[in-house]
C-alpha cells in the first residue's frame, strides 16, 4: 500500500480530473532555480499529473520582504 507525503494536507493535493479523487504525491524532484517538480497519481483511476512549485515558500523573496519588515521594531 502506498502512503501519500505526511506533509500535504488534503487541501494541497489536488482532486484527480477525471474522477475527482484526491491525488497522491508520489515523487519530488528539486529543481536548480528554487522550485520542485511535484508528481501526482490517482489511486483510483490512475491519472498522473506533474506540478511545480516553490520548494520553500516561506524562503521566496516576497515571504522574506514582509517577514523582514515585520521584524523591525516599531518607529518612535
Same mark, same amino acid.
Given at each position: 500500500m502506498f502512503k501519500s507525503d505526511p506533509e500535504l494536507l488534503p487541501t494541497h493535493r489536488?482532486?484527480?480530473p477525471g474522477c475527482q479523487m484526491r491525488m497522491v504525491n508520489t515523487a519530488v524532484a528539486a529543481t536548480a532555480d528554487g &522550485? %520542485?517538480?511535484r508528481? &501526482? !497519481?490517482c489511486m483510483k483511476c490512475g491519472?498522473? %499529473?506533474t506540478r511545480r512549485t @516553490? !520548494?520553500?515558500? @516561506?524562503a521566496s523573496p516576497a515571504a522574506m520582504a514582509s517577514t523582514s519588515a515585520s521584524t523591525k521594531p516599531p518607529p518612535r
Amino acid at each position: 500500500m502506498f502512503k501519500s507525503d505526511p506533509e500535504l494536507l488534503p487541501t494541497h493535493r489536488p482532486r484527480c480530473p477525471g474522477c475527482q479523487m484526491r491525488m497522491v504525491n508520489t515523487a519530488v524532484a528539486a529543481t536548480a532555480d528554487g &522550485f %520542485e517538480d511535484r508528481t &501526482f !497519481a490517482c489511486m483510483k483511476c490512475g491519472h498522473v %499529473e506533474t506540478r511545480r512549485t @516553490l !520548494a520553500d515558500p @516561506l524562503a521566496s523573496p516576497a515571504a522574506m520582504a514582509s517577514t523582514s519588515a515585520s521584524t523591525k521594531p516599531p518607529p518612535r
